[in-house]
């Protein structure tokens, strides 16, 4: 391996000698003692001129990098020739890491070796003194390592890490013969231990693959280490240079593990993530490598996008850059294969034939596979070719046993033969059954078809779905990209198949274990996203879509038309759970009436699990399981019973409530038991459970008994906080309350206003940390039950203070303003929904606009997506009666309008 060369061909930061004249007469100024870090000064201002010319000159971030480390090769340099005060012949100052490879992003880390003979170890420390501490005071990140050549040697076979480091070893300046020695011993301690240097960096990637699985594809991805970042492409650097002792690049040797094409798509790759990280760390200031959404756009104008129809730039650059690391992912996967097996000293125990459950499928014929050093592959190549049905069988294999892992070869032709997947293709039925096997008998499914997605097989065969790889939602609700979201709800869902999450699920787990069809289920989450492929994503553009995919894959019309109906439709269920009253046989049968089917409502469900168990990381609760449930039951009873049989069953649970509560009344005598159940109407029985009413009649008699007017209990429930309210009714109580939340700077997550039969209200919040975390602290429930009693006390004579906290990031992001007026929702009152950019103390303010139009509030229902917020009220007039006054919901409309846009940009 030749040392690598300081890289040529751009004019020397210290050209003008200025700088070099400044940092010697700061330097001769300290040594006189007549100054103090006038050199680090000197150099801090440097590398700020540095950075700022850079990114003001250069936009590509690989000529950035470059940039960059000549800049500070110079300052290096200079500082070294002014410092080494006649040790200059017996010492080598050397860059290594990401700096030796010439490679430095604005705030990277500076890496540096020195090199020394043994004789000048005594006064080697003051050179370096000299040489560290003005770049210590500048403000560089500095790593670096002192050592004889024999020592580095040492160092290099005990610790990969630094053995990695070394690899990248470039000299810089001082006694190249120094130099030469320890290159020349690393060299040959290079050339004996490839085998040992490939399988550690094939398991250090394998773990760090592990490790960072859970974050591959979020929408705010880390471009170092995240997966198809940065770090990927430097373990198939560094696993060439170590086996061939050279850069990948136009040679023989290179075209024998990589095509020209893939170091095309190696280098095309390198130079995208590249510029995003220069720029990154510009903006920030600092070393930061996690991609966040309120640096997105800038990015994206900065690198050029621009927004399009149906795409903003930060959505378009972040499409790019995760179709860029599915695209790493697949090289990373076939070249290191190639690699380890062409040096790697121990191969796994894998088979030599291939296994008889692999020697047939779903497709008529032998298949065209073979084992070849263990792994997957064609046994014909031309024959896979010209059969696209091989590409298929290939992956039907891998399901099957997804332990014999793919060969590189394999995977490199399917991803070159991605177009001959024509339209004649996709309508071959045989096609289609070995398709429906992979999800429905595979022993990961999703991890065929992620690779599937990587080779561009799966988007090809389903262009629905290659529409949205590498697509973001853009917004704080979803954690992941379209196409990952889709893959690991299907995950969830072959679970669910299997059995395996009975306890968790158990009436997701009876739908599809019991259903004729799998297929259906597996179709209906596979494309419950695909409007995001459609310009224009209507529902009904949806549903049509997904039913002409479906067929095509073998569904039949009846099974298509449920397919896409559902996908279409899924968040119906959602929606109506999270801001409907359940107990209304109203709400039940409107909702099942636009079902139409308990075929339809048993996908609905399916779907929704999948999807809410993966879309965000607090979008599934107790809470939302319990909702789903209780619509889900109530919506099957309307169907296999009718209206009459869901009506009775609401009001036998008032009657069972009633009874219950009334056992649970222990310490009460009859007479006692029965004043208090008689306060509350059947309309409260139905909407408590009995352990509420029990919690509710201890604190009403204890207040009662002290001639206190308001009482207040908090219970920890399901990782929320309960609290429960009990006080005389007055108008505007529950935004005094929702106030008192918000001071407290919690989040409400459901409110029931309920009004006893004697006119005492009666309040019940689910209360949840802002962040979604479970509630642990009890100072968190005191302070919260001090600020609701003094408000249930009395109005409070100041508003609350609202904050923001810290790491509150909803304002980045614009909600249109919506109030929708739903006088049909319910036969009691009248629903009002309001939607827009959530802050704190949005719903005080919601509800303080309601009370100021004389709108009495009987429930609130708050639903959040991230910065979304949805809150659905069900109000009456000040009589009792449902509110249907067009003239006062055309005002109410228009204030609670007026709240919205005064934290929304539209």
Same mark, same amino acid.
């Given at each position: 391996?030749?040392?690598?060369?300081?890289?040529?061909?751009?004019?020397?930061?210290?050209?003008?000698?200025?700088?070099?004249?400044?940092?010697?007469?700061?330097?001769?100024?300290?040594?006189?003692?007549?100054?103090?870090?006038a050199?680090?000064?000197?150099?801090?201002?440097? %590398?700020?001129? #540095?950075?700022?010319?850079?990114?003001?000159?250069?936009?590509?971030?690989?000529?950035?990098?470059?940039r960059?480390?000549?800049?500070?090769?110079?300052?290096?340099?200079?500082?070294?020739?002014?410092?080494?005060?006649?040790? @200059?012949?017996?010492?080598?100052?050397?860059?290594?890491?990401?700096?030796?490879?010439g490679?430095?992003?604005?705030?990277?880390?500076?890496?540096?070796l020195?090199?020394?003979?043994?004789?000048?170890e005594?006064?080697?420390?003051?050179?370096?003194?000299?040489?560290?501490?003005?770049?210590?005071?500048?403000?560089?990140?500095?790593?670096?390592?002192?050592?004889?050549?024999?020592?580095?040697?040492?160092? &290099?076979?005990?610790?990969?890490?630094?053995?990695?480091?070394?690899?990248?070893?470039?000299?810089?300046?001082g006694?190249k013969?120094?130099?030469?020695?320890?290159?020349e011993?690393?060299?040959?301690?290079?050339?004996?231990?490839?085998?040992?240097?490939v399988?550690?960096?094939?398991?250090?990637?394998?773990?760090?693959?592990?490790?960072?699985?859970?974050?591959?594809?979020?929408?705010?991805?880390?471009?170092? +280490? @995240?997966?198809?970042g940065?770090?990927?492409?430097?373990?198939?650097?560094?696993?060439?240079r170590?086996?061939?002792?050279?850069?990948?690049?136009?040679?023989?040797?290179?075209?024998?593990?990589?095509?020209?094409?893939?170091?095309? &798509?190696?280098?095309?790759?390198?130079?995208?993530l590249?510029?995003?990280?220069?720029?990154?760390?510009d903006?920030?200031?600092?070393? /930061?490598?996690?991609?966040?959404?309120?640096?997105q756009p800038?990015?994206?104008t900065?690198? @050029?996008?621009?927004?399009?129809?149906?795409?903003?730039?930060?959505?378009?650059?972040?499409?790019?850059?995760?179709?860029?690391?599915?695209?790493?992912g697949?090289?990373?996967?076939?070249?290191?294969?190639?690699?380890?097996?062409?040096?790697?000293?121990?191969m796994?125990r894998?088979?030599? %034939?291939?296994p008889?459950?692999?020697?047939?499928?779903?497709?008529?014929?032998?298949?065209?596979?073979?084992?070849?050093?263990?792994?997957?592959?064609?046994?014909?190549?031309?024959k896979?070719?010209?059969?696209?049905?091989?590409?298929?069988?290939?992956?039907?294999?891998?399901?099957?046993?997804p332990?014999?892992?793919?060969?590189?070869?394999?995977?490199?032709?399917?991803?070159?033969?991605?177009?001959?997947?024509?339209?004649k293709v996709r309508?071959?039925p045989?096609?289609?059954?070995?398709?429906?096997s992979?999800?429905?008998?595979?022993?990961?499914p999703?991890?065929?078809?992620?690779?599937?997605? +990587?080779?561009?097989?799966?988007?090809?065969?389903?262009?629905?779905?290659?529409?949205?790889?590498?697509?973001?939602?853009?917004?704080?609700?979803?954690?992941f990209?379209?196409?990952?979201?889709?893959?690991?709800?299907?995950?969830?869902?072959?679970?669910?198949h299997?059995?395996?999450?009975?306890?968790?699920?158990?009436i997701?787990?009876h739908?599809?274990?019991?259903?004729?069809?799998?297929?259906?289920?597996?179709?209906g989450?596979?494309l419950?996203?695909?409007?995001?492929?459609?310009?224009?994503?209507?529902?009904?553009?949806?549903?049509? #879509?997904?039913?002409?995919?479906?067929?095509?894959?073998g569904?039949?019309?009846?099974?298509?038309?449920?397919?896409?109906?559902?996908?279409?439709?899924?968040?119906?269920?959602?929606?109506?759970?999270?801001?409907?009253?359940?107990?209304?046989?109203h709400?039940?049968s409107?909702?099942?009436?636009?079902?139409?089917?308990?075929?339809?409502?048993?996908?609905?469900?399916?779907?929704?699990v999948?999807?809410l168990?993966v879309?965000?990381?607090?979008?599934? /609760?107790?809470?939302?399981?319990?909702?789903?449930?209780?619509?889900?039951?109530?919506?099957?009873?309307?169907?296999?019973?009718?209206?009459?049989?869901?009506?009775?069953?609401?009001?036998?649970?008032?009657?069972?409530v009633?009874?219950?509560?009334?056992?649970?009344?222990?310490?009460?005598?009859?007479?006692?038991?029965?004043?208090?159940?008689?306060?509350?109407?059947?309309?409260?029985?139905?909407?408590?459970?009995?352990?509420?009413i029990?919690?509710?009649?201890?604190?009403a008699?204890?207040?009662?008994?002290?001639?206190?007017?308001?009482?207040?209990?908090?219970?920890?429930?399901d990782?929320?906080?309960?609290?429960?309210?009990?006080?005389?009714?007055r108008?505007?109580?529950?935004?005094?309350?929702?106030?008192?939340?918000?001071?407290?700077?919690?989040?409400l997550?459901?409110?029931q206003?309920?009004?006893?039969q004697?006119?005492?209200a009666?309040?019940i919040?689910?209360?949840?940390?802002?962040?979604?975390?479970?509630?642990?602290?009890? +100072?968190?429930?005191?302070?919260?039950?001090?600020?609701?009693?003094?408000s249930?006390?009395?109005?409070?004579e100041?508003?609350?203070?609202?904050?923001?906290?810290?790491?509150d990031?909803r304002?980045?992001?614009s909600?249109?303003?919506?109030?929708?007026?739903?006088?049909?929702?319910?036969?009691?009152a009248?629903?009002?929904?309001?939607?827009?950019?959530?802050?704190?103390?949005?719903?005080?303010?919601?509800?303080?606009?309601?009370?100021?139009?004389?709108?009495?509030?009987?429930?609130?229902?708050?639903?959040?997506?991230?910065?979304?917020?949805?809150?659905?009220?069900?109000?009456?007039a000040? /009589?009792?009666?449902?509110?249907?006054?067009?003239?006062?919901?055309?005002?109410?409309?228009?204030?609670?309008?007026?709240v919205? %846009?005064?934290?929304?940009?539209?």
């Amino acid at each position: 391996m030749t040392p690598k060369p300081t890289p040529k061909g751009d004019t020397s930061f210290l050209a003008n000698e200025t700088l070099e004249e400044q940092i010697a007469a700061s330097m001769a100024a300290e040594r006189a003692g007549q100054t103090h870090g006038a050199t680090g000064k000197v150099l801090k201002h440097a %590398m700020v001129e #540095l950075r700022r010319r850079t990114m003001r000159e250069v936009v590509r971030g690989d000529r950035i990098a470059a940039r960059l480390s000549r800049g500070v090769d110079d300052i290096i340099r200079t500082l070294f020739a002014l410092s080494k005060d006649g040790i @200059g012949k017996e010492i080598a100052v050397c860059a290594v890491g990401g700096y030796g490879r010439g490679e430095l992003a604005p705030y990277s880390d500076i890496d540096l070796l020195f090199l020394h003979r043994p004789q000048v170890e005594q006064t080697l420390r003051d050179t370096l003194n000299r040489l560290l501490y003005p770049l210590w005071d500048s403000g560089v990140k500095l790593g670096y390592a002192a050592h004889t050549p024999a020592s580095a040697l040492e160092f &290099a076979k005990s610790d990969m890490v630094g053995r990695t480091a070394y690899l990248d070893a470039r000299f810089l300046c001082g006694a190249k013969d120094v130099y030469d020695e320890f290159h020349e011993a690393f060299e040959k301690l290079r050339r004996k231990t490839v085998p040992e240097f490939v399988a550690a960096k094939l398991e250090e990637q394998a773990e760090r693959q592990a490790k960072f699985f859970e974050t591959r594809y979020l929408v705010e991805p880390d471009v170092k +280490e @995240g997966k198809g970042g940065l770090r990927d492409l430097q373990t198939i650097r560094w696993i060439y240079r170590y086996a061939y002792g050279d850069i990948l690049n136009d040679n023989a040797t290179a075209e024998k593990i990589v095509g020209k094409a893939e170091r095309q &798509a190696l280098l095309k790759a390198k130079r995208f993530l590249w510029s995003v990280r220069a720029h990154l760390h510009d903006l920030r200031g600092r070393a /930061d490598e996690k991609l966040t959404f309120d640096v997105q756009p800038e990015i994206a104008t900065r690198l @050029g996008y621009a927004d399009r129809s149906n795409m903003t730039a930060a959505e378009r650059l972040m499409k790019h850059y995760f179709v860029n690391a599915v695209e790493v992912g697949r090289l990373t996967r076939i070249l290191c294969t190639r690699l380890e097996e062409e040096k790697a000293k121990r191969m796994p125990r894998l088979p030599k %034939m291939l296994p008889k459950a692999l020697q047939k499928d779903e497709a008529p014929g032998k298949p065209n596979l073979r084992i070849k050093n263990g792994r997957l592959d064609f046994e014909s190549a031309a024959k896979a070719r010209r059969q696209p049905r091989d590409l298929f069988r290939l992956f039907r294999a891998f399901g099957k046993q997804p332990k014999i892992d793919f060969h590189p070869d394999a995977l490199a032709l399917v991803a070159s033969e991605v177009p001959s997947v024509t339209l004649k293709v996709r309508r071959d039925p045989v096609v289609a059954h070995l398709f429906s096997s992979i999800l429905t008998d595979s022993e990961e499914p999703a991890r065929v078809l992620r690779i599937m997605t +990587e080779t561009g097989l799966l988007g090809k065969y389903i262009p629905a779905f290659g529409s949205i790889v590498g697509r973001i939602d853009y917004g704080l609700y979803r954690r992941f990209t379209l196409d990952e979201h889709v893959l690991r709800c299907l995950s969830l869902l072959s679970k669910i198949h299997r059995g395996e999450l009975q306890e968790d699920h158990p009436i997701a787990t009876h739908i599809v274990r019991n259903t004729p069809n799998p297929l259906l289920y597996y179709f209906g989450v596979l494309l419950h996203e695909a409007r995001w492929s459609l310009k224009e994503p209507s529902v009904d553009a949806c549903e049509k #879509l997904v039913i002409r995919v479906t067929k095509r894959l073998g569904l039949s019309e009846e099974e298509a038309a449920q397919a896409g109906w559902a996908s279409a439709r899924y968040l119906l269920l959602v929606r109506t759970a999270e801001r409907r009253n359940l107990t209304e046989a109203h709400a039940i049968s409107e909702f099942a009436q636009s079902v139409g089917s308990r075929q339809r409502l048993d996908l609905m469900l399916v779907i929704s699990v999948c999807h809410l168990r993966v879309v965000g990381i607090q979008s599934w /609760d107790e809470m939302t399981r319990r909702r789903l449930s209780e619509l889900y039951d109530a919506a099957a009873l309307w169907f296999e019973h009718g209206e009459t049989a869901l009506e009775k069953k609401l009001a036998d649970r008032a009657v069972l409530v009633r009874r219950e509560a009334d056992s649970r009344l222990t310490g009460w005598s009859a007479a006692e038991k029965k004043a208090f159940l008689d306060r509350l109407d059947d309309t409260m029985m139905r909407s408590l459970d009995p352990e509420i009413i029990v919690r509710f009649a201890t604190l009403a008699r204890a207040a009662e008994k002290d001639a206190a007017n308001s009482a207040v209990v908090v219970t920890p429930r399901d990782g929320d906080l309960e609290a429960i309210v009990y006080t005389d009714d007055r108008a505007g109580l529950l935004s005094d309350l929702a106030g008192a939340v918000a001071s407290t700077g919690m989040s409400l997550r459901t409110v029931q206003a309920l009004t006893t039969q004697d006119g005492k209200a009666i309040d019940i919040f689910i209360i949840q940390s802002p962040d979604g975390v479970p509630v642990e602290d009890v +100072e968190q429930a005191r302070r919260l039950h001090e600020a609701l009693l003094k408000s249930a006390s009395a109005h409070p004579e100041r508003p609350p203070e609202l904050r923001r906290r810290l790491g509150d990031r909803r304002d980045l992001f614009s909600v249109v303003p919506n109030v929708r007026i739903e006088p049909n929702a319910s036969a009691e009152a009248t629903v009002v929904e309001t939607e827009g950019l959530d802050r704190p103390g949005l719903l005080f303010e919601l509800t303080q606009a309601l009370a100021r139009e004389g709108a009495t509030i009987t429930s609130a229902h708050i639903s959040t997506y991230g910065e979304r917020a949805v809150d659905a009220f069900y109000l009456k007039a000040r /009589d009792g009666g449902k509110l249907d006054d067009r003239a006062a919901l055309a005002r109410i409309k228009k204030a609670l309008q007026a709240v919205l %846009m005064s934290g929304s940009e539209t």
